[in-house]
């Protein structure tokens, strides 16, 4: 399983950023993939995840009402919109897939590289 991150980059506060992940090698028909990210200092939090199976989704509380998160099946790539962006949604951004949706990263155990976003 491979996952490729991009669309980090800088933004000012109250910006957006559209951050992708390109996904290749899943072999499951139903499977979770989601959005981690991890400032200096702090433990990787959950910020969104999608269950292809149901399309049900979850938000962190921080990010809900300002964060999207979708997936375009055709083209196997996850997505996060990403709309008033806060100084404190500075991190690393990661994308996970795995067999069960959790806001806990232990759950996941395939990983992209992760896309640095910086808001200021």
């Known amino acids: 399983v491979q996952l490729v991150e991009s669309g980090g980059g800088s933004a000012q506060a109250g910006g957006s950023l559209r951050l992708s992940c390109a996904a290749s090698g899943y072999t499951y028909s139903r499977y979770c993939m989601a959005w981690f990210r991890q400032s200096s200092g702090k433990e990787r939090e959950g910020v969104a995840h999608i269950y292809t199976g149901s399309g049900n989704t979850y938000y962190a509380d921080s990010v809900k009402g300002r964060f999207t998160i979708s997936k375009d099946n055709a083209k196997n790539t996850l997505y996060l919109q990403k709309n008033s962006l806060k100084p404190e949604d500075t991190a690393m951004y990661y994308c996970?897939?795995?067999?069960?949706?959790?806001?806990?990263?232990?759950?996941?155990?395939?990983w992209g590289q992760g896309t640095q976003v910086t808001v200021s």
């Open positions: 996970a897939a795995g067999s069960v949706c959790s806001s806990d990263y232990r759950g996941f155990p395939y």
